[in-house]
């Protein structure tokens, strides 16, 4: 039996057989993509708020007579795949023929309890539409049972009731009456509880306190958010009856956590309809300013939507919307916003940081329209493309801002109570592009975290209250969590204490000498880019590259993959492999690009060598074969991807080797002839180091 996802969705239903069950668990088992669809399928299946598909999206693709066709397993195989294909892509269509299977597995499973009377009057429906006689009842007239002399009343209201039929006996009349009881007497009990859990009378302590005798327990911390706190809000003062006529002591001394400053509580704001409107992407207005901070080295570009103008920002210089901002790697840009909100575009280097592909950070700002709903509308609008982006409220009158985020698909409104702080981060893939998607959009992550304060999510299906320190995720394999974590400590990677490491003081010389050489010439950003490659030092080349890339100059990116210096031709890849991440029509771009200098043959393998392998092939010993036969490849960018994937399959056997892409013929002849005599005696793949103990 075939794993598809009509097979899964019999297996998650317990709809097979035992002997097919099995078979189903060891395939699953086996299947990482099945343990994926089918977790998928539980989430969407539970998710909240979720709409329907909407029946003019897709054509005639998804209408019902589809759906029940698929589930009926009478589908014709041509609509079959695109069916499928459909559900894989879309959360919506997923969820529509999920809980569609289920509530039919529910329906047929067990036979319809139908009143004997309604079944009759059906009968008679049918019958009377036959005969051409109306059987509609005559006003004020009583329309008599169809067969006389069986009362079928009671079973009916027992069908009613969702009960099973039974004997037609004189104890059913009695079942009403008696569940009325029942239900009574609950209901008494349970107002008995409630007034015996009124406060008493205070009882003297031996200090002279006075505490409440029936005063609840502490709550527990994690609870801490939703329950109140009754100790601190009705605290009895000295006299019980004196403070009949005071004003609750929660006007007095404000619980705290309430608002991090001072205890207010910020105004009300209108509820935003959801979701919101697209951005305004047409209107060109200030935004705000750069700021310049001496603990951060800022290199900020703009560019005008599409025009590809790339211009430096320097500080107190207007920010406009609509404008793509990018701060190159490595580089931090703040930026002071007219709303009262900051935003610091946090670029980075793996000197700085190693442990998440995140390279430059780039937004697009959007005009925000206030007008009579005011209050619903954002204090900040923006689209983050990629990257990393801090996030602090600043507003005067200490008042929370609401802040817009946009990326892929998503929208997510955040509000930042008075000096809350937090920052999103989005990142595509492990450095690139993933061959498990193939042709489709590459894997995507986002991470929100708050670090300060308090700061509120709300979305298309969540309205999460995240005080810090916490975490909140979201992928576009499986969505957004579904709550978000609360977290003991910030690891350092997420905090702003990141420093340059000692050892790589050449980078840190390599960032202030280009930003110096783009801020003393008024050229077009990519030809001072350009200019100075050869200029630099090995640091210098390798930030160019990586800043050739953020700044979509891939014609560049690819004449440093046949520089002559190894560590220039290394961030030529990781630049192309960070570029291709974005999105799913970047692999498209960047073929295009390539067919106008190598052959089509050519193009195919760097393609496939710009991805990133999946565990089954790093395990398999034709992968090696083929990147071993690329070794003799007669282009310097083929023979460098190829060795560059065998130093990170298996790093001892080419350290030992010592093949070099650009060195002589008979040097990379031999070093590839080792690499045959490796993969012929079977020690390649190599063995995977032992677990530490």
């Known amino acids: 039996m075939r794993l598809t996802l009509r097979t899964l969705l019999a297996y998650l239903d317990d709809t097979l057989e035992p002997a097919e069950i099995k078979q189903i668990g060891q395939k699953v088992a086996e299947s990482e993509t099945a343990q994926e669809l089918i977790a998928r399928i539980k989430q969407v299946s539970r998710r909240r708020r979720l709409s329907a598909p909407p029946p003019a999206s897709t054509g005639d693709k998804f209408d019902p007579n589809t759906v029940a066709e698929y589930l009926d397993n009478t589908l014709p195989s041509e609509q079959l795949a695109e069916v499928e294909k459909l559900c894989l892509e879309s959360d919506v269509h997923l969820a529509e023929i999920a809980t569609c299977h289920q509530i039919l597995t529910l329906v047929l499973g067990e036979p319809a309890l139908v009143p004997p009377s309604a079944k009759r009057r059906m009968y008679t429906l049918v019958e009377g539409s036959k005969t051409g006689i109306s059987t509609k009842p005559m006003a004020g007239s009583t329309a008599a049972p169809a067969v006389r002399g069986v009362d079928d009343s009671s079973e009916d209201e027992t069908l009613l009731l969702g009960l099973p039929a039974m004997s037609r006996g004189a104890w059913l009349r009695w079942l009403i009456p008696l569940a009325g009881c029942l239900l009574l007497a609950g209901l008494a009990v349970a107002i008995w509880q409630a007034l015996s859990s009124q406060p008493g009378p205070s009882v003297v302590q031996r200090d002279g306190g006075k505490r409440d005798r029936d005063a609840p327990k502490p709550t527990d911390s994690k609870h801490a958010d939703n329950v ?62 750069l700021v310049h901070d001496n603990a951060l080295q800022d290199l900020l570009m703009a560019t005008p939507a599409g025009t590809h103008k790339w211009r430096r920002v320097v500080a107190k210089y207007p920010i406009m919307t609509s404008d793509e901002l990018v701060s190159l790697p490595g580089f931090r840009s703040k930026l002071e916003l007219d709303s009262g909100v900051q935003l610091i575009l946090w670029g980075n280097l793996v000197e700085q940081m190693d442990k998440a592909p995140l390279r430059e950070s780039a937004v697009t700002l959007h005009a925000v329209e206030r007008g009579k709903a005011e209050a619903a509308v954002p204090d900040v609008d923006f689209t983050l493309s990629r990257g990393r ?31 809350a702080e937090c920052f999103v981060e989005l990142w595509g893939g492990q450095y690139g592009w993933s061959a498990e998607l193939k042709e489709e959009e590459p894997r995507a992550l986002l991470y929100l975290v708050v670090s300060q304060g308090l700061v509120k999510l709300h979305d298309n299906y969540h309205q999460e209250r995240m005080p810090a320190p916490a975490v909140f995720n979201w992928n576009n394999a499986r969505g957004a969590a579904e709550k978000h974590e609360s977290l003991p400590k910030l690891p350092p990677e997420w905090t702003q204490s990141l420093q340059m490491r000692p050892e790589a003081r050449p980078m840190e010389r390599a960032m202030n000498d280009l930003q110096g050489r783009l801020s003393s010439s008024d050229k077009p950003v990519s030809i001072i880019l350009a200019e100075n490659l050869n200029k630099a030092d090995d640091a210098g080349r390798q930030l160019i590259v990586l800043c050739h890339g953020a700044l979509d100059d891939i014609e560049d990116v690819l004449e440093a ?47 496939h060598l710009l991805r990133v392998p999946t565990d089954k092939e790093r395990e398999e010993a034709a992968t090696f074969a083929y990147l071993i036969d690329e070794l003799d490849n007669d282009k ?44 012929d005696k079977g020690k390649l793949p190599p063995e995977p180091p032992p677990p530490p103990r």
């Open 636 to 679: 310097l960018a083929i023979r460098h991807l190829a060795h560059w994937h065998l130093l990170r399959l298996a790093y001892r056997d080419a350290l030992k080797l010592r093949y070099d892409p650009n060195g002589p013929t008979e040097q990379r002849k031999d070093a590839q002839a080792k690499w045959k005599e490796l993969l």
């Open 389 to 419: 982006v801090w996030i602090s409220n600043h507003k005067k009158g200490n008042k929370a801002a609401v802040v817009r985020v946009r990326f892929h698909k998503e929208i997510w409104d955040l509000t930042l109570q008075p000096g």
């Open 228 to 289: 109140q706190d009754h100790d601190k809000d009705n605290k009895p003062g000295k006299d019980d009856d004196s403070d009949k006529d005071k004003k609750p002591e929660r006007d007095k001394k404000p619980d705290k956590d309430r608002h991090p400053e001072n205890g207010k509580e910020p105004a009300p704001q209108k509820e935003t309809s959801w979701p919101p409107p697209p951005p305004n992407t047409k209107t060109r207005q200030r935004a705000g300013t």
């Open 561 to 607: 993959l046949d520089a002559e210096r190894p560590w220039v031709r290394d961030s030529a890849v990781e630049a192309l492999r960070h570029w291709l991440a974005r999105s799913a029509g970047q692999r498209d771009k960047l073929k295009t690009i390539l067919l106008s200098r190598y052959k089509e043959s050519e193009v195919d393998v760097l393609l």
